[in-house]
């Protein structure tokens, strides 16, 4: 066991974990997050995603120990990394990304969707006008099941459309 | 959600009515809260009586209301749905009910959320529950306001006389919290379609904000205080069904050096248990067991064969007229040959259970599609009495059928029991993948012939598939329960519905030949349960009697057609898509990437697709990609439009993946595809666009719309390709390889 220093949406946390234990699960368990969920635990599909220093990372193979000193956002902690990143007043309520998922009813079960809104936010900050080629290659490594992607594709279009410059807030 | 130990099953006796709004019953922990649990009623023992209003419903002092459903919410939105057609009977803004988990100690049982039955079966329960609480309710407002009930309307829970007198009096004025004490009869009057301002509107989802947002409370994030974390350790894959998995030894030791884990084993069942969920999930990892491992499974390559030369059942399950004559004697004849291969429900999330079982009792956390059949299951595998086992539902990932969710909840109470401890158990990707009960394999053998007029005047479906498997793995491992099937039923097999009576034709001959399924893997009900294989087999044959004759296939098809619903879907499908009627392959073309589109129709018992296919096949590497998918669907009266389309676009897509990619692959020892790798699935890059078309029809009773397109889409892919390559295809998923295989023979 060793003592471990995360820093998680903005908050210092201390966490008691052996150092190879995969961070998903001291998110989900010892930090009590439900953004980050067990899919695979093979980094193949991409249900336990969070950004690390703004970068999609699969949390299910990464050992906490490789995390210390670097910036984890998770699905509950989107709307204020956003709110850094385009220097808001305020914190939204939802980042664009969420929002839009409502707006297109784009979920069916949305155990997924945890991955495919950190995964979007991740493309959409980096490119805030993907084309469609782009978005679906940026989405291939993230799986449904149900059958959302056409859905989720208009809504990352949308959220593109709502983060452009001119948009209303 | 956390309860204390031994608490949960306390109130006991006779149905306590009067419910708690202050939630007092139940304590929240951070962790684990959900929009469903602030207000329920004290639990006991179900199922509550179906007889009784109170069963179905409560209204609260703040004029909103409780509906209790006993479907599960799986992403269909039924839970929504539902309550649309209780606000439509109550007079209820949408904004003022809500419902509440499922819990054997609460809600009633309406059967399992099967054969995406919830509004069809579902519907009618609530909506006339509602309509007989609203008379009831305006026979008090009558009273308190000294207006005949039948001057006085309701507007949002607030009653009025009509003549527009200002005395008003609201439900929860009249009724709040307190029972009806009232017998469901079922004898209220319910509102007629062209009164309908609710029902068939496009009300949205009520748990998609909580779901993007991270607060929606999955199973996978349910904790009980104290309980430890569990995996089940078992062969990577499954045997034959009838074999399970047998231990010859397990060392203990192999895992000491893991803090606080245990092995927790009953008979063949092995599991372990530890303190954190890193450690349960190394100990299942680094435990050293040796399993028997007798090679007796015909293998994928095998498999086909092995159906062929089995011993089977052999049932007609529909004939009529002549078969073998009428073959003789059409203008054109087509015998065809059709393989599909099992498929896996796959929960892009694991399945989860969380079990709290002591010496005389058990609460079990779940995603079962049945609570109560569930909770049988449980109180056979515990042995502890029905009254004694709690079960509630929790939505985890989506399930498509019946995945492992009972095998879960099976194992978490095992462990729990064996630990002393409430046990969170986790399936790993490969136990999900490995011991699923797949969708049977299916072999379509159809003869079929039509006159030169393009009338369909014979038809004769031979299909060979198994039943399903009646007994859970856990089970099975624990107690030793042999492998079991279920008996017979139209789903499990070839079907009057699904391909007897999509064509009037006057010769007509469906026979099933059963195989022992525990001589195969693992078997249920899969979405669309068998309708895609024999759509793919019945609909390309349908198709190539079109292309003898040299006629559109749309055109074929309506010749050929009676029923004004299944004209329905087809004329709606194909106008979406635009369909110029030519004959298939009319196009044909050298080039390396060719085009085609095709048409299909299905069902899953009762409702009615449709569904026109646009793909793209390279000729020189074998891939298929879908371009354009388009689905239409006659559910009868279709609650709210805005669901099915969402359902109509999943099922074109899983289609898709389920045509191009998925198949489960096992050798003579075991099953083989344990992951995304292994077992692939279709992704962003080549998901086809979608265009679901809804065929509302508020004129007849209300049936499933979350499979029937799946049906339809099969065929009219398998149709797809032959129109791009003049090639049919007699096995899917179409992977490049087996199409190259079937360009290049």
């Known amino acids: ?169 | 959600m956390s309860l204390p130990r031994r608490d949960f099953l306390k109130s006991g006796g006779s149905l306590i009515i009067g419910f708690s709004l202050s939630g007092s019953v139940f304590s929240h922990s951070a962790l684990g809260q959900s929009h469903l649990d602030p207000v329920s009623r004290p639990p006991v023992p179900g199922p509550p009586d179906a007889r009784q209003i109170d069963t179905w419903l409560a209204i609260h002092s703040d004029n909103t209301a409780t509906i209790f459903i006993g479907f599960a919410e799986l992403g269909q939105g039924n839970s929504t749905a539902l309550l649309q057609v209780a606000a439509e009977e109550l007079d209820l803004d949408m904004s003022q009910l809500k419902t509440v988990r499922l819990d054997t100690s609460i809600t009633p049982n309406q059967g399992g959320t099967y054969s995406s039955a919830s509004i069809q079966r579902g519907g009618p329960q609530v909506r006339t529950a509602a309509a007989e609480a609203r008379q009831a309710l305006l026979q008090m407002a009558s009273q308190n306001l000294g207006v005949p009930a039948d001057q006085l309307a309701v507007s949002k829970g607030v009653v009025a006389a009509k003549n527009g007198a200002s005395k008003s009096v609201t439900y929860g004025a009249l009724i709040g919290d307190k029972p009806f004490h009232l017998a469901f009869t079922g004898t209220a009057p319910v509102k007629k379609p062209d009164e309908f301002k609710i029902v068939g509107t496009r009300a949205v989802r009520n748990d998609i904000p909580d779901k993007v947002s991270g607060k929606y409370s999955y199973m996978q994030h349910q904790r009980l205080p104290g309980m430890l974390h569990g995996r089940v350790v078992r062969p990577r894959g499954q045997a034959q069904y009838a074999v399970g998995a047998k231990v010859r030894s397990v060392d203990e030791a192999s895992i000491k050096s893991i803090p606080g884990a245990r092995v927790i084993r009953k008979g063949d069942f092995v599991g372990v248990v530890a303190p954190t969920e890193w450690d349960a999930v190394r100990a299942a990892r680094d435990l050293d067991v040796t399993w028997d491992n007798t090679p007796t499974l015909p293998g994928d390559d095998g498999l086909f064969r092995a159906m062929r030369t089995s011993k089977t059942t052999d049932k007609v399950i529909l004939e009529r007229g002549d078969v073998a004559a009428a073959l003789a004697t059409g203008a054109r004849a087509v015998s065809q040959k059709y393989n599909a291969p099992y498929q896996a429900h796959a929960p892009f999330g694991p399945n989860c259970a969380l079990a709290d079982v002591e010496t005389d009792s058990a609460l079990v956390k779940c995603s079962t599609q049945d609570v109560y059949g569930t909770r049988t299951s449980l109180a056979r595998v515990l042995n502890l009495p029905l009254d004694k086992v709690r079960v509630q539902y929790y939505e985890g990932s989506g399930t498509y059928g019946h995945s492992c969710y009972d095998d879960a909840a099976q194992a978490a109470a095992l462990l729990s029991q064996g630990a002393g401890k409430p046990v969170r158990l986790q399936f790993m990707r490969w136990d999900e993948h490995g011991w699923d009960n797949y969708g049977p394999a299916h072999i379509g053998e159809v003869r079929a012939a039509a006159d030169a007029n393009g009338k369909i005047v014979a038809y004769d479906y031979h299909g060979w598939q198994h039943n399903w498997s009646l007994v859970e793995t856990s089970e099975q491992l624990a107690l030793g329960r042999p492998a079991a099937e279920w008996p017979s039923s139209a789903a499990q097999g070839v079907s009057a519905a699904n391909v007897g009576n999509v064509y009037a034709t006057p010769n007509l001959r469906i026979t099933n030949h059963t195989l022992p399924g525990t001589a195969f893997l693992k078997g249920a009900w899969l979405r669309s349960p068998l309708d895609l294989s024999v759509s793919f087999a019945s609909e390309q044959t349908i198709d190539q009697l079109a292309y003898l004759l040299n006629l559109d296939p749309v055109e074929f098809r309506r010749r050929n057609i009676t029923d004004p619903r299944w004209m329905g879907v087809l004329d709606a499908a194909t106008k979406a898509a635009n369909w110029t009627p030519r004959p298939a392959w009319a196009n044909k073309s050298t080039d390396k990437i060719v085009t085609g589109r095709g048409v299909g129709l299905g069902t899953h018992l009762v409702s009615y697709g449709g569904a026109v296919a646009e793909i793209e096949v390279n000729k020189e590497t074998g891939k298929v990609v879908a371009k354009h998918m388009y689905g239409a669907i006659d559910a009868g009266l279709t609650v709210n439009p805005a669901f099915v389309e969402n359902q109509i676009s999943g099922q074109l897509v899983q289609t898709c993946s389920r045509m191009f990619y998925e198949e489960v692959t096992f050798n003579a020892r075991g099953v083989k595809s344990l992951d995304w790798s292994t077992y692939p699935i279709l992704r962003f890059e080549e998901c086809p666009e979608v265009t679901p078309v809804v065929v509302q029809r508020v004129d007849q009773r209300s049936s499933g719309a979350g499979e029937e397109v799946m049906a339809a889409a099969a065929g009219a892919i398998a149709n797809a390709f032959f129109d791009a390559t003049g090639v049919r295809m007699r096995e899917y998923p179409l992977t490049p390889e087996r199409v190259l295989a079937a360009l290049n023979a």
């Open chain 1, 1 to 169: 066991m060793a003592t471990i220093q995360l820093k998680v949406n903005d908050q210092q946390r201390t966490v008691d974990a052996a150092p190879d234990t995969p961070l998903l699960y001291i998110l989900a368990n010892d930090l009590e997050l439900q953004g980050p969920r067990f899919g695979c635990g093979l980094a193949q599909c991409g249900s336990c995603s969070v950004l690390v220093d703004g970068v999609e990372t699969r949390s299910c193979i990464t050992p906490v120990s490789a995390i210390a000193n670097k910036s984890i956002t998770t699905l509950e902690g989107l709307p204020a990394w956003y709110a850094a990143q385009q220097k808001l007043a305020s914190v939204p309520a939802l980042h664009p990304v969420q929002q839009a998922m409502i707006d297109e009813q784009a979920v069916q079960c949305g155990y997924c969707f945890n991955g495919m809104i950190v995964k979007a936010s991740e493309l959409l900050a980096k490119n805030p006008r993907p084309d469609e080629a782009q978005i679906r290659s940026a989405m291939n490594g993230h799986l449904c099941r149900c059958g959302t992607y056409p859905r989720v594709i208009k809504a990352i279009q949308r959220a593109s459309a709502a983060m452009s410059p001119g948009a209303g807030r």
